[in-house]
């Protein structure tokens, strides 16, 4: 079966544009560690760029907004491995009843490509900063025996994740530091984390158990995944707190 042309096209541009997120990514780092600032500061910074980003995108503009929605809630409607195919079955079809644009769909797909990534880049970034922290530590974002070349698409993919953690942290801390920092992560992200022994109810693993609660994350991850109204206490209560201690309730978006 032949693929779908604009499905192909949006394919070829996210393999583009996640190289060009991963460059941002890397390129600031190094940037910035060459200047001696903070590995914060430098967080921060890619933050704000990438949130910018999205704000600012052609696909925020008013007469596009809506199409953006069209396609992130489409596409979880389709079967595992076809949710693309809401670009040309649901999108497409939308956006040809908008009058008078002065893009073409080829163009829009395009966009979109773009925006995906970098929101993607982004949500990644703040997920695994303290991966990125140790990189930073080291001066080191490639050759590692699990990550021989940088690419942020490693977060999403890397069955050895567990394995290059340990192989940036032995570079970036001290041997006396090893034991709290990666091998007994789990049970020192329970400890430092406000989750009390059986709390834990969704199973969120070690490495995931400090970014689930940040408030950054909370707010990348809002717009698509959670009812507008939902508050960050809220979002606390329901996925870290028992059920017994709190009568919060949330909504999916």
Do not use: W
Not at 110 to 117: D, F, G, K, M, P
Not at 190 to 203: A, Q
């Amino acid at each position: 079966m032949n693929i779908d042309k604009h499905i192909a096209l949006f394919q070829s541009s996210r393999i583009k544009e996640n190289a060009n997120a991963t460059a941002l990514i890397k390129s600031t780092l190094i940037d910035f560690k060459n200047k001696y600032l903070s590995f914060n500061y430098a967080l921060n910074h890619l933050i704000e760029h990438f949130t910018n980003h999205e704000n600012e995108h052609i696909t925020n503009r008013s007469d596009l907004k809506f199409l953006y929605n069209v396609f992130d809630k489409g596409k979880r409607n389709f079967e595992n491995g076809r949710s693309l195919l809401a670009i040309p079955l649901l999108l497409k079809p939308e956006f040809e009843k908008i009058e008078d644009l002065d893009i073409l769909f080829d163009e829009y797909v395009c966009h979109l490509a773009n925006r995906v990534s970098f929101t993607r880049a982004n949500t990644k970034l703040i997920a695994n900063s303290r991966l990125f922290e140790a990189m930073y530590i080291v001066d080191k974002f490639d050759g590692y025996e699990y990550l021989p070349k940088f690419d942020v698409r490693m977060f999403d993919y890397e069955p050895n994740y567990y394995e290059l953690e340990k192989e940036v942290f032995d570079l970036a801390y001290p041997k006396s530091d090893i034991e709290s920092k990666f091998e007994s992560e789990t049970e020192a992200s329970n400890n430092e984390s406000n989750i009390l022994p059986g709390n834990n109810l969704f199973k969120f693993q070690g490495k995931h158990l400090d970014s689930m609660q940040n408030k950054i994350i909370f707010k990348a991850i809002k717009a698509d995944y959670f009812h507008p109204n939902t508050s960050f206490e809220d979002y606390l209560n329901v996925f870290f707190k028992n059920p017994e201690e709190h009568q919060s309730t949330i909504y999916l978006a």
